[in-house]
């Protein structure tokens, strides 16, 4: 079983920058998964961020974060990333990576999450 491990989490500022990673313990196989972050606000339920495909060349965002993050990955490393940029308060939550053998737009598609890393933007 893969083994997801996020990290960089932080408080900022709103209008700032944070890049948060997502290490996996799969090394053969980790090209073929596709990789995606989710997010979880105190007293909301888990929302879709977005997701990369195995190769990387292909990324999907939910609207409400299109144009202000982004997914790429380093397969050398076995690691994911999600850069976040002109981050807004709304924006406070926290964050987990997830694995999925397919490309899927959805929370269910996904196999495993990691435990999260914790994103909180001041006002």
């Known amino acids: 079983q893969v083994q997801l491990v996020e990290s960089g989490g932080q408080l900022v500022q709103a209008g700032g920058s944070l890049r948060l990673s997502c290490a996996a313990s799969?090394?053969?196989?980790?090209?073929?998964?596709?990789m995606g972050w989710s997010r979880q606000a105190p007293g909301k339920e888990r929302e879709f961020v977005g997701v990369?495909?195995?190769?990387?060349?292909?990324?999907y965002y939910t609207d409400s974060v299109e144009g202000r993050f982004t997914i790429s990955r380093d397969n050398a490393k076995n690691t994911i990333y999600l850069q976040m940029t002109n981050v807004k308060p709304e924006d406070t939550a926290v964050y987990h990576c997830?694995?999925?053998?397919?490309?899927?737009?959805?929370?269910?598609?996904?196999?495993?999450w990691g435990q999260g890393t914790q994103v909180t933007v001041s006002s």
């Open positions: 990369i495909s195995g190769s990387g060349d292909w990324t």
């Open positions: 799969a090394r053969a196989s980790f090209t073929q998964y596709f």
């Open positions: 997830g694995l999925s053998p397919h490309a899927t737009l959805t929370l269910d598609g996904f196999r495993s």
